[in-house]
């Protein structure tokens, strides 16, 4: 049934199919994810969601090239992933991600260095031209500890930028900052997809950022992550209603699960 | 009885920044001062001096204990007939020599140790063997295998340092952030180049306390493997020129020797070493 629809779309930039990850800890194999299918356009903004434990982390730490599925495959631009690589910049959780020995400016040039993506004076302006973009630019020669959480996230974001990668991959990154911060956050973010139309795989367990960031939404179930559903989200300009009414759908597809949980105990 | 709900809302101006008076206030000179960790080292120092002289004046036997003033002349006497200096640069060059070599050996062993299980269990095995090793205990056998000289000199030295480098830095990059490994990757970086651009600068705050260990053990190996055979190729270092003047009944000069031996420990540990950790882990903020 899939197949009649897909020609109608052109060719997916990242396409996951039937994706089954699993880790192993100490004493358990633990399947994060059965078999997992989702396909992202150009300039999508695709929001993995899903409660903790739906493997919605795992399954970009193996778009990243982190970890490689036990069965399907991950293609990127027709490419099968196998290692990471500077075409899917990652953005953490944790404000530990940017180099402390390195100050903003240093750590945004490192990465188009190091990778060879640009070098010397053209890496630094662009680099430069980044860190404007996040409004960083009174703070490019601080290093990193001097900075608040929610500007370490905006270095960490100019970075991933900087590099212009294919694909931006985004775990959680305002989970870790206040309520204000986190708001203000999400709306820059916007903002830079206006200007450059990236691509992003956003993964959250917040349904409201989740309606706000995406313009398509993947709901995994949790133990191990299937995909529950697949759904646009509603237009960013238009009627707040709307959105409460997608947040309350999704809230009630995560809560039918919890129900029929307790009545089967 | 009244409703809670009946309380005014209250919302005030904020009164201006003139009207705060006193927000931020300079320290006076003697809080200044005081602040001044070098000073308060310094009155130490000088207290510790002066004690040290009047002891030795009442005691008045200086083949026991030496006044300051006698070990400070002997110490200028030995520094202007070139002797200390002469014997200093000896004791330094092999010392340089053997921490080189230690730190290079540490090197090897630990980012083998990084990149590979056979490697990890190898450096937890021996540095469990030979780091509560005394290095003087191997001077006999060092005298067996390289005789009396400097590669005897070098091989307890590079004992003293290597161990405690390799386990300072093996457990530094352990305890680097799977984030900041991940980060390296994404780079397209992996084995020598993740570990030279990424992992080594992530543990420095721990490589530099295993190099401060090191340098401080391989300083005290030395002093004392010199005192035990310090004629090293017909040329004496620091430990020797102790052990000389102490069977000339020179006291004062074995004074000026220890006192050469504490100022070089100082001036490394808080110049080279300080000067280090200011320009780096206390810059990047890794360590307060």
Known sequence: MGTELDQTLPQPLLDVRGVTLQYKTREHLVTATYRVDFSIQRSDRFVLLGPSGCGKSTLLKAVGGYMAPVEGEIHLKGTKITRPGPDRMMVFQEFDQLLPWKTVRQNVTFALTTSGKLRGKAADEKAMQYIDKVHLTRFADAYPHTLSGGMKQRVAIARGMAMEPDILLMDEPFAALDALTRQRMQDELLQLWDETKFTVLFVTHSIAEAVKIGNRILLLSPHPGQVKAEMNSVPRDGDPALAAALEARIHDMLFADRVEEDEHV | ?288
């Open chain 2, 1 to 288: 009885m009244s409703d809670l709900s009946l309380r005014p809302e209250i919302v005030r101006e904020l009164s201006s920044s003139e009207d705060f008076g006193v927000i931020q206030k300079e320290l006076t000179v003697f809080e200044q001062l005081f602040n001044q960790a070098w000073l308060r080292k310094s009155i130490i120092l000088v207290l510790i001096a002066v004690a040290w002289e009047v002891y030795g004046r009442y005691l008045d036997n200086p083949l026991l204990v030496p006044t300051f003033n006698d070990t400070v002349t002997a110490l200028w006497g030995g520094l202007k007939s070139g002797v200390i200096p002469d014997r200093t640069w000896t004791t330094i060059v092999i010392l340089f020599k053997g921490f080189a070599a230690g730190v290079f050996l540490a090197a090897v062993m630990t980012i083998l140790a990084i990149t590979t299980q056979v490697g990890t269990d190898f450096l937890e095995t021996v540095t469990a063997m030979f780091s509560p090793l005394p290095a003087i205990a191997l001077l006999p056998l060092a005298l067996i295998w390289f005789g009396l000289g400097q590669g005897s000199l070098i091989f307890v030295m590079v004992h003293s340092v290597l161990w405690p480098l390799a386990l300072n830095t093996h457990a530094g990059f352990r305890a680097v952030s799977p984030t900041l490994r991940m980060v390296g990757r994404n780079y397209g970086l992996s084995g020598l180049m993740l570990v030279l651009k990424i992992l080594i600068p992530a543990a420095f705050p721990s490589i530099l306390a295993g190099l401060k260990i090191g340098w401080a053990f391989a300083w005290r190996t030395l002093i004392a493997a010199e005192l035990v055979f310090g004629v090293a190729s017909g040329k004496g270092g620091l430990g020797w020129y102790i052990f000389e003047s102490k069977n000339q009944l020179d006291i004062p000069e074995v004074f000026a020797g220890l006192l050469t031996i504490i100022v070089i420990g100082l001036l490394v540990e808080n110049v080279i070493f300080r000067t280090i950790e200011l320009k780096t882990v206390r810059r990047w903020g890794m360590q307060n």
